[in-house]
Antibody, heavy 117, light 107 residues
């Protein structure tokens, strides 16, 4: 069974930075687009960013463009989300997602990011 | 960006009921529409992809239809484990936007 395990969440002050990691296993990581999706407390799902198999294409939600950077390391079967200039509205559970044909067929359990002073 | 609007925002129903949730896109997305179930504290689960294709392992009481701008998710006979929030998502163009969600509750 596909496994996606997120890490790196925590409490950070407004304006701070955080780097999320996602370790993937039990599938050929380099063959899939990967994404991050988040859910703020009491809110719905929000797509954040995705990255092509070789890292040559990356796309972002308008709400994070210019502040967040998605990257991947196919040798380590990992995808990352570097989050800078964090704001209160970035507080959320962040899910690592495998994409297949544009849909999210496997999700991690999520990692909680809290932006607060 | 493509806006996705789900209705209703919440729905009360009983075990055994047939329920339908609708999702409307702000422009044509052909059949690039997916449905997810998300129980609190768990990872979201893919139910339907490409508007009407049932994800492997998902019970056949779930079905999807539609194309262009209007889509539906139907649960033919509600089971106790089906009470949860549901989300549609378009994968026609990035950003891959979600609907605001429909909370399915027990009557």
């Amino acid at each position: 069974e596909v496994q996606l395990v997120e890490s790196g969440g925590g409490l950070v002050q407004p304006g701070g930075s955080l780097r999320l990691s996602c370790a993937a296993s039990r599938f050929i990581f380099s063959s899939y687009w990967m994404s991050w999706v988040r859910q703020a407390p009491g809110k719905g799902l929000e797509w954040v960013a995705n990255i092509k198999q070789d890292g040559s294409e990356k796309y972002y939600a308008d709400s994070v463009k210019g502040r967040f950077t998605i990257s991947r390391d196919n040798a380590k079967n990992s995808v990352f989300l570097q989050m800078n200039s964090l704001r209160g509205e970035d507080s959320a559970v962040y899910f690592c997602v495998r994409e297949f044909g544009g849909w999210a067929d496997y999700w991690g359990q999520g990692t909680l990011v809290t932006v607060s002073s | 960006d493509i806006q996705m609007t789900q209705s209703p925002s919440s729905l009360s129903a009983s075990v055994g009921d047939r329920v339908t949730i609708t999702c409307r896109a702000s422009q044509s997305i052909r059949s690039y529409l997916n449905w997810y179930q998300h129980k609190p504290g768990k990872a979201p689960k893919l139910l339907i992809y490409s508007a009407s294709s049932l994800q492997s392992g998902v019970p056949s009481r779930f079905s999807g239809s539609g194309s262009g701008t209007d889509f539906t998710l139907t649960i033919s006979s509600l089971q106790p484990e089906d009470f949860a929030p549901y989300y549609c998502q378009q994968s026609y163009s990035t950003p891959y936007t979600f609907g605001q969600g429909t909370k399915l509750e027990i009557k």
